[in-house]
């Protein structure tokens, strides 16, 4: 009679045993499937949001001492590289897209190869580098590897096509400069054939004060950054005013800009405009409407101190020189 309890109450506990750990499974995948969706269900947003921001991904720096940056003003890749207009170092420094200081050419003076204030910088399709020197008053077109080939647009500054080119893009095969001294903003073709000719001094539309940077979108709209009027003006490819972007809605209120800068604009069509005295950077959809800002005073990550020049990959790489701080920020 013993053994036979026995065996009936470790059969009994079997069953109960079996039907615990059924339980048990059943509940684990119940919850497992809840939270699998719910975890998908949140991270969707995230995926898809067409106006967020760009993440923080790394920092360039220069080397120490005397191979520091000092005063980056502006950035662009071209190629294979990252080049940087260190500015109050006379010359440009050269990056891999790691950050790794790869050389740099120019140093001070007013001849060939050099320069006093080098500001805006791009590349055309075979990897030539274009510098604005806003001081020596011309652009300056160099290999990849920073030999000196001609000055575009003219045989030399003194011609004085362009007085104080400062911004500087190429896009589409165009060249966009901005002259800040004659608050004008030219396009030219790639042989130096001025194309178009846009803005006078003055703040009504189509006006210009001090206009700072330039691109152009998909369609070949032109965006201006009208620094001295604290805005952005975008004109159409003939240089038609279209409409003013400055943080308010349809651009008629006060501005958000303080001192304006960089500009570039993403393959999702969102505006980056470079708030330079407020430190801040300011995306906006295609209508002008505020969609995100980031940055802010200081020098942590995702904090910048008087930040300068932007540029756009094609891959939605947005880089943002920060000049106090003596760095590139990169986003992604």
Do not use: C, W
């Not at 000719?197 to 703040?203: A, N, P, R, V, Y």
């Amino acid at each position: 009679m013993g053994n036979a309890a026995n065996v009936k109450r470790t059969i009994k506990k079997s069953k109960v045993y079996s039907l615990m750990l059924l339980t048990f499974l059943a509940v684990s995948a119940i919850y497992g499937y809840l939270f699998y969706n719910q975890v998908e269900v949140e991270a969707i947003p995230a995926l898809v949001d067409p106006n967020g921001p760009p993440k923080f991904s790394r920092m360039i720096y220069g080397g120490f001492g005397e191979e520091a940056l000092k005063k980056p003003m502006d950035v662009a890749v071209i190629g294979q590289f990252i080049y940087v207009t260190d500015t109050n170092n006379h010359r440009v420094q050269v990056f891999d897209t790691g950050g790794t200081p790869i050389f740099k050419f120019g140093k001070q003076g007013d001849g060939p190869g050099e320069f006093q204030f080098p500001y805006g910088i791009a590349g055309d399709n075979k990897g030539n580098v274009y510098v604005a020197d806003l001081y020596n008053g011309g652009i300056s077109v160099h290999d990849s590897k920073g030999k000196f080939i001609k000055y575009f647009a003219e045989k030399k500054p003194a011609e004085k096509t362009i007085e104080t080119p400062g911004g500087l893009r190429i896009i589409d095969n165009k060249v966009y400069v901005t002259d800040i001294t004659k608050s004008k903003v030219y396009v030219f073709d790639m042989e130096g054939k001025k194309l178009l000719e846009i803005g006078k001094m003055g703040i009504k539309e189509g006006e210009l004060r001090a206009p700072n940077a330039v691109t152009a979108d998909k369609e070949g709209n032109i965006y201006v950054v009208d620094t001295g009027n604290q805005r952005v003006q975008v004109f159409d490819k003939k240089g038609k005013f279209l409409r003013i972007i400055n943080g308010s809605p349809d651009g008629k209120g006060p501005s958000q800009f303080v001192n304006p800068r960089g500009i570039g604009i993403d393959s999702r069509g969102i505006v980056y405009v470079v708030s330079n005295l407020t430190h801040f950077v300011h995306g906006f959809d295609r209508e002008g409407n505020q969609v995100f800002t980031f940055g802010g005073n200081g020098s942590a990550n995702d904090q910048f101190s008087l930040p300068n020049g932007l540029f756009i990959t094609e891959n939605d790489e947005v880089l943002i020189t920060d000049t106090v701080n003596q760095r590139i920020a990169v986003y992604e």
